[in-house]
């Protein structure tokens, strides 16, 4: 059997290894009963984005050595192989017992770096497999790579349940294993408590007023923890979790009223640009504060004048130069990989990504309506303001009907089909996906047969050019603008 312990691509990725395809079906694979729609989530509406920031926190394009790639936090690197997806076959929803291969597991829910997480406890070695509930490092409660708000609270609980176990053996997915009940109970124990300090705390510190700015600097673990070399930043960075804590529980303002009503973005650069007496003084500015080794001020200036003019080069040249000193200075991987991407790209050396959601297998794994549903986000608004038109969904293969409705800028999702409906679409799951991925049109399905419409084809095919086109490369600039 497989255990997807969570949807990561690292935890499901690999699983064509273990179930090819002349064993689909044949092979059980479980998971909390949540996983597959964790898969759906981060496959659709904003994978273009999470794959591109998730480039950069990796170091996937940075030329492996000392002023490249060095790690990728929990591991050397991030493996491009092909990668495969199939979704569970057994699922539960708090606890499962079970026995495979003739060992005694008791699968039940938990909570880490995702919400459909699984731990497994083998009762009778007493090993208890936490998956991402715990590693070498300081948490990733916040993943510069864009998430969902992970939940401390959840977390820290979550590790009390293992905690009440008392395993003789715990392995996690991305450490060694660490044998010897005390020290299992230490390792929790203090794994714990560096969860629930950082978010007792930046709690504590809001309450009295303390914009997210300076909860970075009054929240910092005490030293019974942060000497811990399990509790090192090499992964999940303090400072992060603290931010995401504060949006998490009161959102993206501060209670500065100024903020409330800002000048537009490009408009303060020019005028930040403007009261530093101009692009030269502003550039001198930028080099002195080099010089003195003030590397987060000069490329926090050289992002006011980049930003100004996209095209000052020697902007955009100093700003690499402050990141790149500020990526060398990192312990986390995350923060140094995504500083000297950045550097990489402030010099044009990006290439465009290709844009991937999970693979053929994922694609394959979501379910129509879903990929449907999430064409709403790529409506374009200028080219849909006057149009009302509602294309409903026939899938042969996956016994599913709905409809997409465009409504003057608006795309509204229906699960059934509405009897009032410009046209019908009938066809198959494959053949939808490639209309969606734009590797095919809708008039070239219905002459292969691979689709028909019932109603006006003419107006079935003018509904798909209303969406933004799903890209096939990434080329989304994070660092200069």
Not at 90 to 112: C, P, Q
Not at 284 to 307: G, Q
Request: one cysteine or more; charged letters at 25%; aromatic letters at 8%.
């Amino acid at each position: 059997a497989v255990i997807y312990t969570h949807n990561h691509g690292d935890h499901t990725g690999g699983v064509r290894a273990f179930v090819p395809e002349n064993a689909a079906g044949q092979i059980d694979i479980y998971a909390h009963e949540s996983l597959n729609d964790e898969v759906v989530n981060t496959s659709s509406v904003v994978a273009p984005m999470t794959t591109r920031r998730a480039v950069s926190m990796f170091g996937v394009l940075l030329p492996k050595g000392e002023e490249g790639l060095v790690s990728a936090g929990l591991g050397p690197f991030l493996s491009r192989g092909s990668r495969g997806y199939l979704p569970p076959t057994r699922t539960y929803r708090d606890r499962l017992e079970v026995r495979i291969a003739g060992v005694k597991m008791l699968l039940f829910k938990s909570y880490g770096d995702s919400p459909d997480h699984t731990a497994i406890w083998l009762p009778d070695s007493k090993v208890l497999l936490a998956g991402d509930s715990a590693y070498y490092s300081f948490p990733n409660l916040y993943t510069i790579r864009g998430t969902k708000y992970r939940d401390p609270r959840e977390w820290f609980e979550a590790l009390d349940e293992l905690r009440r176990l008392d395993a003789e053996h715990l392995v996690n997915s991305h450490s060694k294993p660490i044998s010897g009940a005390a020290a299992v109970r230490e390792f929790l124990t203090n794994y714990r408590d560096a969860i629930q300090y950082v978010h007792d705390q930046t709690v504590r510190h809001l309450n009295r007023g303390l914009t997210p700015d300076e909860l970075v600097d009054a929240v910092k673990l005490p030293e019974r923890l942060a000497s811990q070399p399990y509790l090192r930043e090499y992964y999940g960075v303090v400072a992060d979790c603290v931010r995401n804590i504060y949006f998490g529980y009161m959102g993206w303002f501060n209670a500065d009223a100024a903020t409330l009503e800002p000048l537009p973005y490009l408009e303060r650069a020019r005028r930040y640009v403007e009261l530093a007496g101009g692009p030269g003084p502003m550039l001198e500015k930028i080099r002195t504060a080099l010089a003195n080794r003030e590397h987060s001020w000069a490329a926090e200036l050289a992002t006011w004048l980049v930003r100004a003019d996209r095209n000052q080069l020697e902007a955009r040249r100093l700003k690499a130069r402050a990141l790149r000193e500020l990526g060398y200075r990192q312990i986390s991987a995350n923060r140094r990989n995504f500083y000297l991407t950045a550097a990489l790209e402030l010099e044009g050396k990006i290439p465009a990504i290709p844009n991937s959601t999970g693979g053929p297998d994922t694609v394959q794994a979501l379910p129509p309506s879903t990929r449907v549903k999430s064409m709403a986000v790529m409506l374009d608004p200028e080219k849909s303001r006057d149009v009302r038109l509602t294309l409903g969904f026939q899938i042969t293969d996956a016994n599913q009907t709905f409809a997409l409705e465009i409504r003057r800028g608006v795309a509204e999702f229906h699960p059934t089909l509405p009897p009032a409906r410009t046209a019908t679409l009938v066809t198959s799951r494959r053949t939808l996906h490639s209309l969606l991925l734009g590797q095919t049109t809708l008039d070239k399905a219905v002459s292969s047969g691979e689709a028909r419409v019932t109603g006006p084809q003419q107006a079935a095919a003018s509904f798909f050019t209303y969406f933004d086109p799903w890209p096939r490369t990434i080329d989304a600039r994070l660092s200069d603008r």
